[in-house]
């Protein structure tokens, strides 16, 4: 049974939209520990279309739940990650362009740069996970660099057109979770997940933790972040 971790930074996007003060994220993430997240979740980006390096530095003092900071390998933003501290950091792949993250993080390609960055993590005593496709030789990077973990990167089964689709994606996922545990790593899963995707993805055998903001907070807007949480961990654990 998958924890789950919950992304605030759609509630800094809603911020950024005026460049005003509120809502604040911390608060959101207060809301949703109290409703059942195991983790809180914020991407800084190079841009910072949304969370801001104040948030993640509130997060950590306010919070009694892991910070998952979500981040590209750019100096600038691995130097906050190791000044702010978070309990765990995920490594991802950013361009400026995108709408959101649109694939996992070719650690194979670029296996020497992200073990630097690796490093100089895990000497902060920040646990390290990869934001991977879920594929063979991206899991064997993540391997031989070292991590512990890894988030395989959910977006083709969120975007499956009709149910073959789905399915084909969902096996996809299934068996590369279970090459990644069989080596020895963690396994999480996220992008794209939402209230009527989820359960398939639940209920994959090696799969820890489910990472997931969007829906979650496109729910809040109708029903509250409270509520909206509490929705998705009653799915997640059916």
């Known amino acids: 049974m998958p924890t789950l971790g919950v992304n605030i930074d759609h509630v800094a996007t809603l911020r950024e939209v005026r460049h005003g003060t509120e809502p604040q994220p911390v ?8 409703a059942g997240a195991d983790s809180i979740v914020a991407h800084l980006r190079e841009d910072r279309r949304h969370v801001r390096e104040k948030d993640l530095s509130l997060l950590k003092r306010v919070i009694n739940r892991k910070l998952n900071m979500e981040m590209s390998i750019a ?55 990869l934001f991977i496709d ?26 499956a057109k009709n149910m073959s689709q789905r399915r084909k994606f969902l096996k996809e996922l299934e068996a590369a979770a279970a090459y990644a545990a069989e080596g020895g790593l963690q396994v999480f899963a996220g992008h794209g997940l939402n209230y009527y995707n989820v359960a398939p993805v639940a209920r994959l055998k090696h799969v820890e933790e489910l990472n997931i903001g969007y829906s979650i907070v496109c729910r809040a807007v109708l029903v509250g972040l409270y509520q909206a949480v509490t929705e998705m961990k009653a799915l997640i654990h059916s």
Request: net charge positive; charged share 30%; glycine share 6%.
């Open 27 to 34: 608060f959101a993430a207060l809301l949703a520990q109290s």
């Open 75 to 129: 100096e600038e933003i691995v130097d906050i990650a190791c000044k702010v501290k978070p309990e765990q950091a995920t490594l991802v792949p950013e361009r400026r362009q995108e709408l959101t993250t649109e694939g996992g993080l070719d650690a194979a390609r670029h296996l020497r740069a992200v073990a630097k960055v690796v490093g100089r993590l895990e000497k902060k005593g920040i646990a390290v996970s």
């Open 134 to 159: 879920p594929d063979k030789a991206q899991i064997d990077a993540s391997r031989k660099m070292g991590v512990r973990m890894v988030e395989l990167h959910t977006g083709r089964y969120a975007d």
